[in-house]
T-cell receptor, first 114, second 117 residues
Framework: AQSVTQLGSHVSVSEGALVLLRCNYSSSVPPYLFWYVQYPNQGLQLLLKYTSAATLVKGINDFEAEFKKSETSFHLTKPSAHMSDAAEYFCAVSPMDSSYKLIFGSGTRLLVRP | DAGVIQSPRHEVTEMGQEVTLRCKPISGHNSLFWYRQTMMRGLELLIYFNNNVPIDDSGMPEDRFSAKMPNASFSTLKIQPSEPRDSAVYFC???????????????FGPGTRLTVT
């Protein structure tokens, strides 16, 4: 079965610093991959998705992620953190044989220090 | 567009009572999903509807849970009888899935926070 592992339940960065949130997936076949963000008391919002086109995917709010098949990774980065980026981030995988399904990681809470 | 609408936003009920959660998907979307979010288990897909037909209900925990989609603009998730372990945030999401099952973004509602005492 497909799964997603997010390393670090909490990540703390200073405002203006690089954001790096890690995600590894388990799959013998490259799946579809997503990053979602959840602000407090809200639903999830799509940041970006990988669907086998370009391996470097750009999303909203200057976030981007790089698909690395050799490392089975899809890490999320942002060059400069803003206070408004504080939220919980979820990596998700969608198996190619049942692409409607999203299997979520456990989430990483991003804290941004002033 | 108003996005996915869920009601109520908060529900507190006593063990044994029936609970009904409601969802209005985005107009034009043909797929609807119910998820449950808890600290222990994270986000879990409960059931997936395509064109109002349940396609995958393998995530429904047990017979106490049921979901319906009588038309393209409305769905319910019912728990009867409710138990304290059902306490969670329940999300509804909708999407437009092509005939080949192509991937598209799922749009999430704000969720219903259910507390069963």
């Amino acid at each position: 079965a497909q799964s997603v592992t997010q390393l670090g339940s909490h990540v703390s960065v200073s405002e203006g610093a690089l954001v790096l949130l890690r995600c590894n997936y388990s799959s013998s076949v490259p799946p579809y991959l997503f990053w979602y963000v959840q602000y407090p008391n809200q639903g999830l919002q799509l940041l970006l998705k990988y669907t086998s086109a370009a391996t470097l995917v750009k999303g909203i709010n200057d976030f981007e992620a790089e698909f690395k098949k050799s490392e089975t990774s899809f890490h999320l980065t942002k060059p400069s953190a803003h206070m408004s980026d504080a939220a919980e981030y979820f990596c998700a995988v969608s198996p190619m044989d049942s692409s409607y399904k999203l299997i979520f990681g456990s989430g990483t809470r991003l804290l941004v220090r002033p | 567009d108003a996005g996915v609408i869920q009601s109520p936003r908060h529900e507190v009920t006593e063990m044994g009572q029936e609970v009904t959660l409601r969802c209005k998907p985005i107009s034009g979307h043909n797929s609807l999903f119910w998820y449950r979010q808890t600290m222990m288990r994270g986000l879990e897909l409960l059931i997936y509807f395509n064109n109002n037909v349940p396609i995958d209900d393998s995530g429904m925990p047990e017979d106490r849970f049921s979901a319906k989609m009588p038309n393209a603009s409305f769905s319910t998730l019912k728990i009867q009888p409710s138990e304290p372990r059902d306490s969670a945030v329940y999300f509804c999401a909708s999407s437009l899935v092509g005939e080949t099952g192509g991937v598209d973004e799922q749009y999430f509602g704000p969720g219903t926070r259910l507390t069963v005492t």
